[in-house]
């Protein structure tokens, strides 16, 4: 397997190293014959990366013609359009038949070059607008790390471009060495690309209006008991329909909206700093049955709350005080 590594200035070391990292230990581990990797860029020399360290003897376009997978890392802040030279290098070895990958932003460069026409595809979630906007005939999906058609292959951010990496072994040489590998680099072996990237959801802004505020304060003090919406508006001293008024108003949101958000929010926070069961979690958060707290983590965040405790609690903090 020849793998080519787009590098370019201004990269960051991290998104250099995370497929030089994955696909180099397979060769380090000699867990398979002749599996190469090469950087190369859009001339052949030295790049810079952001951090400021010159990387010398990067290879030219040319090497795209030796590689069956082609990994772009990255790409610019600035989301610049591909250059010609590399889209013509990029469509070249597309139509020959390797495999490209656009990890991060890179999904970008991969846009530019009309490779995602007509498919489902993902970056960094910040990024995701500026994808759909870039790419009109591709359904850009948040909700996955990364995405593999066969031929092309996209991921989240960051470190979701380890996981599309070792998924790319896990393809070609089996789980146990994918396995393997993620054991040396000390990460886990396989987070499926269908998991969300957990990303910080933004929750709807904090009421402008003083009384809202306060209504809002209150219920984050009691989201474990019934929240209704008429509970909110007597609280707030209003009628029904006036209460709704206001508070979209002032949060652009709905009441029953907000308090699911902030009920998630809890939840997630509780599964990663305590050892509670779901159970007790659900009830905590006022969702009154492990079954309708599974069913709204998984609608929102893609996963079951179990696996992500598994994921993301912190084990110092899991030996937390024991609910009263």
Known sequence: MRIAIYAFDDITMF???APLMVFGE?????????WQTRLWSDQAGTIRTIEGYPIGEVAGPDTVEWADIIVIPSWPQSLTPVNDVLKTAITAAHARGAVIAGLCLGAFALADTGLLAGRSAVTHWEAMPLLA????????DSSVLYIDHGDVLTSAGTASAIDACLHLVRTHLGSAVATRIARSLVVAPHRE?????????????????TTMAEVQQWALTHLDEPLTVDRL???????????????????????ARWVLEHRLQQARALLETTDW???????????????????????????SPTAYRRQ????????????Q
């Open 26 to 34: 397979v060769d380090r581990l000699g867990l398979a014959d002749d």
């Open 133 to 140: 906007e870039r790419s009109i005939d591709s359904d850009v």
């Open 193 to 209: 690309g269908g998991q969300a990237q957990y990303i910080d959801r933004p929750l709807a802004q904090p009421a402008s209006d």
């Open 277 to 303: 069961g779901i159970d007790t979690i659900a009830a905590k958060c006022g969702f009154g049955s492990s079954v309708t707290l599974r069913q709204r983590f998984m609608a929102t965040f893609a996963t």
């Open 15 to 17: 998104h250099l190293a």
């Open 233 to 255: 508006a007597d609280q707030a001293q209003m009628s029904r329909r006036s209460f709704v008024r206001h508070f979209h108003r002032s949060t652009g949101t709905t009441p």
């Open 312 to 323: 993301f609690a912190d084990k110092r903090a899991t030996t937390a005080a024991r609910p």
